[in-house]
């Protein structure tokens, strides 16, 4: 089923409705200068596993001229979408990934416990987290679109999980319109935490929230992908399960 919305086209079935979140088997797919971590047109298959906090955020997928994205609606819920992935930021620095929101919680502080809410944001888990609907508390750089009570490119400590999870501001405001980001990894997680990362990234996974606020939270997620090569042009660093 098909339905026509806003300019988008959303297809009418839940993204867990739609295939199993159990993860599957490692397979290697071939390694290109520049990996995709996910992208809406292969999301099914890609095998998300649903992570619950509270309720459950409406994740669905949507296209539009420009193809099939991953759009997420927050439901007084906090809940995500998270699948494994391996990556060397070492081989692999870069990050891209393009995002747009419609609407964002105007009083969310993501520094305030009952306040913190998120209209977007990626999380990047350096470590593994072991079962990924339970995921175990590993070093996590988290990127956000929020309002703008906070200030872009600032670093914010997750009052939840403090010294844990570390959020960088990427983006603040309602926009409508798609933007693509580009950040340097080793250099955000120096930022963040004070120290290079130890560990790859194990997991990557999409979030929006608004279980404290209760206020109207709309995102899309297109795609995300590292940029990968070394001084001989071999590409290296890099698996997705």
């Not at 009952?114 to 944001?121: C, H, I």
Request: net charge neutral.
């Amino acid at each position: 089923m098909f339905i026509r919305s806003s300019g988008f086209i959303l297809i009418g079935c839940t993204i867990a409705s739609c295939a199993s979140f159990e993860t599957s088997q490692q397979s290697t797919k071939p390694a290109h200068p520049s990996m995709f971590l996910f992208q809406g047109s292969t999301t099914i298959e890609d095998r998300w596993a649903h992570l619950p906090l509270r309720g459950k955020t409406n994740y669905i997928l949507a296209s539009d001229k420009d193809g099939v994205m991953i759009r997420a609606e927050a439901k007084h819920s906090a809940s995500g979408l998270i699948r494994r992935v391996n990556v060397d930021v070492g081989h692999c620095p870069t990050l891209e990934w393009q995002w747009r929101v419609d609407a964002v919680q105007a009083s969310a502080d993501l520094k305030v416990k009952d306040k913190e809410d998120v209209a977007a944001s990626l999380f990047l888990l350096f470590g593994d987290p072991g079962f990924m609907s339970s995921p175990d508390p590993v070093p996590t750089l988290r990127y956000v679109w929020t309002n703008d009570q906070h200030q872009k490119d600032t670093v914010i400590d997750n009052p939840y999980l403090p010294g844990i999870v570390r959020s960088i501001v990427v983006r603040t405001g309602e926009s409508g319109r798609w933007f693509t980001e580009r950040r340097d990894l080793q250099s955000d997680y120096q930022r963040a935490f004070g120290k290079p990362p130890g560990e790859e990234i194990h997991a990557i996974a999409l979030f929006t929230d608004n279980d404290q606020t209760e206020e109207p939270a709309i995102a899309f997620y297109r795609w995300a992908k590292v940029n990968c090569g070394s001084s001989d042009g071999a590409v290296k660093g890099i698996q997705i399960r």
